[in-house]
């Protein structure tokens, strides 16, 4: 028994002396953090400014200041990645390349994912309490971007561009588009069952979402949480053009974007196939691959309901 | 052994605080928009019609989406329609709410009735008919008396079907 102890004890320590030389050792693993210059820092409100400064610039600027635990490995690889990610969708610090639209679009992002708690990312959240945003912070981000809601009455821009496309001659398709991914424009949509219609205050649109018989099937069963292999999404978004009395029609056709499920095909971006195809020609969005990772980001808040927005209507 | 359980034990108490320090909103995960669903009862996907256009009402907080059969779709897509006769053409109006999953969208919400446009007869002598369903169980209204029949007839026959690659 004693000596049966004994070695018990001296492989324990062994096990224990391993993991110190390990955890010494990958102190000396420290993948970089450069803080480039900054470009064009964020130029809205100062008190925006500042809950930005104090809650995201870590990851999302080239401000990003480490406190000493975030320096420890493993801690340090997780945060680099971390900012590295978080910079390539949102760089405060280079917020003066965005367009105009662009700029009022990543808004209404940033708050969807702050009131949603997806942001800042609750591990960060765990160790950096200062960085966490009271409801006075929500507050005045809500009221910055609602703020920023324009509505276009009787705009000549939009019922022009309506004429336009009324005009145009019909588009026939010769072969299928597909993105650089090679999700593929799924036609026939526009005589599937819808499953919602959208009003988007925050930029003039109008959207109808449609689902394949796959999809209409699973919210008939109730079972759409995940979807099932085979579901295909469309949704489409209009111009949204209001008159004076309030009334609103939908203008000029902008795009069409897809979401193919096939858990095993499109593993690699969470079971979806992303898809977006801009204007009557069906152009393809998305120059590299990249682009699938934006439309996973913005549906992250809804991560635990398979990345879908829609609460769909049965009919 | 004793130290490598407490060891665990400790890891998993820290990560339970971890998870349980950030309270996410409920966001229906899973749900569907149950008022805003048509009931079974009404049969609307035997009439199989399908979408033209949608629209919206901000002054009433309602917005709408009108189907229609294949003559319905050819008759919204003429600047000039030929014919109306084989038209059947549904509107289902929908009060409107914020999206609680995305601030800055509305979408449907209380389902408010569903009206019926059907256009039978010779073209020289259409017949038109016009029924309305009431209330989240589309009641068939037996007396339409109060409403300005022939205004909704126009409303409906006069919208324009949403321009989509085809």
Redesign the interface.
């Known amino acids: 028994m004693k000596t049966q102890g004994q070695s018990?004890k001296k492989k324990?320590l062994a096990a224990f002396a391993i993991l110190c030389i390990l955890f010494i050792g990958i102190q000396f693993y420290r993948p970089e953090i450069p803080n480039p210059p900054v470009v064009a820092d964020f130029t809205g409100p100062a008190n925006v400014k500042a809950i930005f400064e104090k809650s995201c610039y870590d990851c999302h600027s080239n401000k990003t200041e480490l406190k000493w635990f975030d320096k420890v490995q493993p801690a340090y690889t997780l945060v680099a990645q971390d900012v590295k990610e978080g910079r390539t969708g949102l760089n405060f610090s280079e917020w003066g390349k965005l367009a105009p639209g662009d700029q009022k679009a990543k808004l209404?992002e940033i708050?969807?994912q702050v009131?949603?708690?997806?942001m800042p990312l609750?591990?960060y959240?765990?160790l950096h309490h200062s960085a966490k945003l009271s409801k006075e912070d929500v507050a005045v981000l809500?009221h910055y971007?609602?703020g920023l809601?324009v509505e276009k009455v009787e705009d000549t821009a939009m019922i022009n561009a309506?004429s336009r496309?009324?005009a145009a001659k019909?588009?026939k398709?010769t072969k299928v588009p597909v993105t650089v991914t090679g999700v593929p424009y799924v036609d026939g949509y526009?005589?599937w069952?819808?499953i919602?219609?959208?009003?988007?205050?925050?930029?003039n649109t109008?959207r109808?979402i449609?689902g394949n018989a796959i999809a209409i099937k699973a919210?008939h069963d109730?079972k759409?949480?995940p979807w099932p292999d085979g579901a295909v999404i469309a949704k489409?978004a209009?111009d949204?053009i209001?008159d004076k009395?309030?009334?609103?029609?939908?203008g000029?056709?902008k795009q069409?974007e897809f979401m193919i499920k096939d858990s095993g095909k499109y593993a690699g971006t969470k079971g979806w196939g992303w898809g977006r195809f801009k204007?009557?020609?069906?152009e393809p969005y998305g120059k590299t691959t990249d682009y699938a990772t934006e439309c996973i980001n913005c549906h992250r808040?809804?991560a635990?309901?398979d990345f879908v927005?829609t609460?769909?209507?049965?009919? | 052994m004793l130290p490598n359980i407490n060891y665990l034990a400790i890891m998993t108490c820290f990560a339970l605080t971890l998870t349980a320090c950030t309270t996410t909103p409920d966001n229906h995960a899973g749900e569907l928009n149950a008022k805003a669903s048509l009931p079974d009862s009404f049969n609307f996907k035997s009439k199989g019609l399908h979408v033209i256009a949608s629209s919206i009402n901000k002054r009433e907080n309602i917005t709408a989406v009108l189907y229609g059969n294949a003559a319905a779709q050819k008759f919204a897509r003429e600047a000039v329609p030929a014919d109306s006769v084989g038209v059947v053409m549904t509107l289902v109006t929908w009060n409107q709410e914020d999206d609680g999953r995305w601030f800055g969208a509305r979408i449907p919400g209380d389902l408010l009735c569903a009206e019926t446009v059907t256009i039978t007869g010779k073209s020289a002598a259409p017949q038109i008919k016009f029924e309305l369903f009431n209330g989240a169980l589309l009641t068939r209204e037996t007396n339409t008396d109060g409403i300005d029949t022939a205004q909704r007839i126009k409303y409906i026959l006069g919208q324009k079907a949403s321009i989509l690659p085809q």
């Not at chain 1, 919602?196 to 930029?203: E, G």
């Not at chain 1, 009395?245 to 939908?250: D, L, R």
């Not at chain 1, 204007?279 to 069906?282: Q, V």
């Not at chain 1, 609460?311 to 009919?315: T, W």
């Open positions: 018990l324990v209404f708050l969807n009131t949603t708690g997806t609750p591990n959240l765990a809500q971007i609602a809601m309506r496309q009324q019909v588009n398709m526009a005589s069952d819808i919602s219609t959208t009003d988007r205050a925050d930029n109008m109808v449609y919210i109730n759409i949480n489409v209009w949204k209001q009395e309030g009334n609103s029609t939908t000029a056709f069409v204007t009557l020609n069906r808040p809804v635990n309901n927005f609460l769909p209507i049965k009919q």
